[in-house]
């Protein structure tokens, strides 16, 4: 089992950048694939981003392709969300999830443990 815990969020003004923190619990984090998901008021849960164990390969939703960049230092147990050219569209609560088996997914429930998530707010 992981724990995750999100850090990095905050109000920030349109055209704005910020970086996102997910640290995990436990040994074995580079077994797991992490993704990003984001959930603003009166909406569903989205995907944002995913990587692969090792961090080679990555995955984005096309509405934040070229903007945000998922990454992961396995020797910290943290993978991270750089986000910049932030928008209001973006803001939102953000959760980081493990998944244990090796697959990139943007489906949530295919995600087995998920943190407490971390506010983003993007002013115009």
């Known amino acids: 089992q992981v724990q995750l815990v999100e850090s990095g969020g905050g109000l920030v003004q349109a055209g704005g950048s910020l970086r996102l923190s997910c640290a995990a619990s436990?040994?074995?984090?580079?077994?797991?694939?992490m993704g990003w998901f984001r959930q603003a008021p009166e909406k569903e849960r989205e995907f944002v981003a995913a990587i692969s164990g090792s961090g080679g390969i990555t995955y984005y939703a096309d509405s934040v392709k070229g903007r945000f960049t998922i990454s992961r230092d396995n020797a910290k147990n943290t993978v991270y969300l750089q986000m910049n050219s932030l928008n209001p569209d973006d803001t939102a609560f953000y959760y980081c999830a493990a998944d244990e088996s090796p697959i990139l997914s943007r489906i949530d429930r295919r995600y087995d443990f998920w943190g407490q998530g971390t506010q983003v707010t993007v002013s115009s």
């Open positions: 436990g040994r074995t984090f580079s077994r797991y694939y």
